[in-house]
């Protein structure tokens, strides 16, 4: 047999075809069908953290006693507890006011938990986005919470934080009042 009918006698060959095209494509069907399962976790983790901080946000706007910092950090639990997450979570509770003559939102106080820095006026501006627009003298709590998720199988991302951030008012009181002193100050009086 000639030299050139053993190369048209192999190009013609299609034996095994369906092994080599298997074992080529195999590895990008095991990429995609885990892939799938870290999306769909990562969609579970933001969907949680999402629902845990509308429940935070509704406890605080029914609350009309003094929040303390150990009530904040109490509040972090719960938010472990909601979500379940074994990584690190962290939450931002800040209150702003909006002043009709000054046509400004004054923040009131903020407090986060877990080394995260709590909004002070020159960073009021960080949240100001997701506030809706309120009457005077309207009230707002505003709820941060960071929730890690680091994928079971790094396919396809990094670690990283969802964020979800809940606007919401006082249900039962004019105002939510903070207070780091015992007893607490005068200037913040809630209703009881």
């Known amino acids: ?9 192999f190009l013609q060959d299609s034996r095994a075809t369906l092994s080599v095209e298997a074992v ?7 990429w995609a069908y885990f892939g799938m399962f870290v999306l769909f976790e990562g969609y579970r983790t933001l969907g949680a953290n999402t629902r845990a901080s509308y429940t935070i946000a509704d406890l605080l706007s029914r609350e009309t006693d003094w929040v303390t910092p150990s009530y904040v950090d109490g509040l972090n639990d719960v938010l472990d507890i909601l979500t379940q997450s074994p990584h690190r979570t962290v939450l931002r509770i800040t209150v702003i006011k909006y002043n009709n003559d000054t046509d400004e939102y004054e923040l009131q106080w903020s407090h986060a938990t877990d080394g995260m820095d709590k909004i002070v006026t020159g960073t009021l501006t960080e949240i100001m986005p997701f506030v809706p627009i309120m009457a005077s003298p309207g009230v707002a709590i505003v709820v941060e919470t960071w929730m890690a998720f680091e994928p079971f199988m790094n396919i396809t991302l990094d670690s990283f934080y969802f964020e979800s951030i809940v606007v919401t008012r006082p249900r039962f009181g004019p105002q939510l009042c903070f207070t780091a002193l015992t007893p607490p100050a005068p200037e913040c009086v809630p209703s009881s």
Do not use: V
Not at 1 to 9: G, N, P, T
């Open 1 to 9: 047999m000639s030299l050139a009918k053993r190369i048209r006698h």
């Open 24 to 30: 080529l494509i195999f590895p990008l069907l095991l």
